[in-house]
């Protein structure tokens, strides 16, 4: 069996902002009634509950997000990823749902420091000054399919595809350069 390795091995840049590979999470897509009580027992279990529409639940180094309707993302270490999938999977057995450990398909990342929204702000169409921790967006970084939280006070968290995590890396480090430099 090979070695789990993230997309881009944990690769940083700093500018007026840190922007950083989260290495290797766990994420699994929930596909589900939101309101069903077998998926409240399940995260309850995690220690966790069901967020509300574009909310973030952080508890025990696990966080559930609202992506949809019907659609949440459990983040977690990436070790725990297939166990919780399996666990989820057989919670919810007796409804329609979809448990899937997407955790290989995804790439994570951090912005950090002071003037980290300066960088998502030069790439998405989101409104940052007003946009509360725990609250979950999904939009464009650039060309770019992204799902972006603030995750601490002085960070935002931004999740993409694997197949564009290197694409993703370059336009981070270049919007937290001054004036977004290239050279």
């Known amino acids: 069996m090979s070695e789990a390795i993230s997309a881009l091995k944990g690769a940083s840049h700093t500018g007026f902002a840190t922007v950083a590979e989260a290495g290797l999470t766990g994420m699994i897509s929930i596909r589900a009634d939101l309101k069903?009580?077998?998926l409240a027992k399940a995260l309850k279990g995690l220690g966790l509950s069901t967020?509300?529409?574009r909310k973030v639940i952080t508890a025990d180094g696990r966080s559930v997000a609202w992506m949809s309707p019907?659609?949440?993302l459990l983040i977690c270490s990436y070790d725990e990823a297939p166990g919780l999938s399996q666990s989820l999977s057989e919670a919810l057995a007796k409804e329609h749902s979809l448990v899937t450990n997407v955790s290989d398909a995804r790439a994570m990342?951090?912005?950090?420091?002071?003037?980290?929204?300066?960088?998502?702000?030069k790439l998405c169409p989101v409104d940052f000054v007003t946009f509360p921790e725990g609250e979950m967006r999904r939009t464009r970084a650039a060309q770019v399919a992204a799902a972006l939280w603030r995750s601490g006070p002085q960070e935002l968290s931004v999740i993409c595809f694997r197949s564009v995590a290197a694409y993703m890396l370059g336009l981070l480090?270049?919007?937290s350069r001054k004036g977004g430099e290239i050279f």
Do not use: C, N
């Not at 990342?109 to 980290?116: A, D, H, L, N």
């Open 36 to 38: 069903s009580k077998a």
């Open 51 to 53: 967020p509300g529409q």
């Open 70 to 72: 019907d659609e949440l």
């Open 109 to 121: 990342f951090t912005v950090s420091g002071e003037k980290g929204d300066e960088v998502l702000m």
């Open 173 to 175: 480090e270049v919007s």
